[in-house]
């Protein structure tokens, strides 16, 4: 089965640091480009950041650009999203999610993993 | 990055139809043969049930279809059912920035 499981989610102080990771299952992981998507409470989706299969390409939303770094590691079929200086508008649950190879979308997505961003 | 613009929400009754609009520029709908439309139901994950504007992934019944025109996407939901009833989300790829996301759309199967 094609699976991604998110983890790594919980509460955050503003200005502390949080690291998310995404296991992949049931598919070659090295073969696609992956994304976070996050939606806040109460909000619509939004999309977060991009990395491609091998890492050389990355984009990010200007709302975390500079404060959060995307990293993949294709040998543990595992993503990551490094989040840093964190404010009380990163809270969300943080989607990861992959791009099918034939198409220009989201196919698969995990279940989330829930950021708190308070004092 | 601004989202794309869709109603907050619509709604129809059993066995009918109904359309949600999803309102872009020349940098994002206008501009690609991208977009995409997900449902999503309350604590789950979104799925994808349009892409390309009006491809079909595997499993998704032809209930659903998508168009495009000029800057304005849709998706059309016919023979509404009962469980069709969640949030639904339009997402174009853009200029520089990738994707965006329309705010989402709550239809109400009454």
């Known amino acids: 089965e094609v699976q991604l499981v998110e983890s790594g989610g919980g509460l955050a102080q503003p200005g502390g640091s949080l690291r998310l990771s995404c296991a992949a299952s049931g598919f070659t992981f090295s073969s696609y480009n992956m994304n976070w998507v996050r939606q806040a409470p109460g909000k619509g989706l939004e999309w977060v950041s991009y990395i491609s299969r091998t890492s050389d390409t990355i984009y990010y939303a200007d709302s975390v650009r500079g404060r959060f770094t995307v990293s993949r590691d294709n040998g543990k079929s595992s993503l990551y999203l490094q989040m840093n200086s964190l404010r009380a508008e990163d809270t969300a649950v943080y989607y990861c999610?992959?791009?099918?190879?034939?198409?220009?979308?989201?196919?698969?997505w995990g279940q989330g993993t829930v950021v708190t961003v308070s004092s | 990055q601004s989202a794309l613009t869709q109603p907050r929400s619509v709604s129809g009754s059993p066995g009918q139809s109904v359309t949600i609009s999803c309102t872009g520029t020349?940098?994002?709908?206008?501009?690609?043969?991208?977009v995409s439309w997900y449902q999503k139901h309350p604590g789950k994950a979104p799925k994808f049930i349009i892409y390309d504007v009006s491809k079909w992934p595997s499993g998704v019944p032809d209930r659903f279809s998508g168009s495009k025109s000029g800057y304005m996407a849709s998706l059309t939901i016919s023979g509404l059912r009962a469980d069709d009833e969640a949030d639904y989300y339009c997402c174009s790829y853009g200029n520089n920035y990738r994707w965006v996301f329309g705010g989402g759309t709550k239809l109400t199967v009454l």
């Open positions: 999610v992959r791009e099918p190879g034939a198409a220009v979308t989201f196919d698969i």
């Open positions: 020349s940098s994002d709908v206008g501009g690609y043969n991208y």
